[in-house]
C-alpha cells in the first residue's frame, strides 16, 4: 500500500504562484511514476504532470507547460508542483497520484493510489 497526502493548496490572484506537496508513505519500492492530476467543478478529472520516481525526466500537459513544474525529493518522499503565472482557469482541486505499472503515464486508470486533495483558487 501507498499514502498520499497532499498539502500547499489555497487561495491566489491571477498571476502568482503557490506550491503543491504530496508526501509518500508505505510502499515507495513499488511506484514508478508520480503525477499531478486536477479536477474542475463539473468536469473530469485531468492529467496535469508527470515524473518518474528513481529516474529522469518530466511530462506536463500543454495547458501548464511553461507555468507549472513537477519535481520531488526522494530524500522527504515528497512530490512538488511548483505553479506560476496562475490562471482563474486553473482553479480546482488538485490531486496527487502513484502508479503501479507505469512510469510516463497521462491516464488516470493506470494510478493506483490517490491523495484527498487540495483545492486551489485562482482569483481573477
Known amino acids: 500500500q501507498v499514502q498520499l497526502v497532499e498539502s500547499g493548496g489555497g487561495l491566489v490572484q491571477t498571476g502568482g504562484s503557490l506550491r503543491l506537496s504530496c508526501l509518500i508513505s508505505g510502499r515507495t519500492v513499488s511506484v514508478p511514476g508520480l503525477a499531478w492530476f486536477r479536477q474542475a467543478p463539473g468536469k473530469e478529472r485531468d492529467f496535469v504532470a508527470v515524473?518518474?520516481?528513481?529516474?529522469?525526466?518530466?511530462l506536463l500537459a500543454d495547458s501548464v507547460k511553461g507555468r507549472f513544474a513537477i519535481f520531488r525529493d526522494n530524500t522527504k518522499n515528497t512530490l512538488y508542483l511548483q505553479m506560476n503565472s496562475l490562471k482563474p482557469e486553473d482553479t480546482a482541486v488538485y490531486y496527487c497520484a502513484a502508479s503501479a505499472t507505469a512510469v510516463f503515464t497521462t491516464s488516470r486508470a493506470n494510478y493506483a493510489y490517490w491523495g484527498q486533495g487540495t483545492q486551489v483558487t485562482v482569483s481573477s
Open positions: 515524473i518518474p520516481w528513481r529516474s529522469g525526466g518530466t
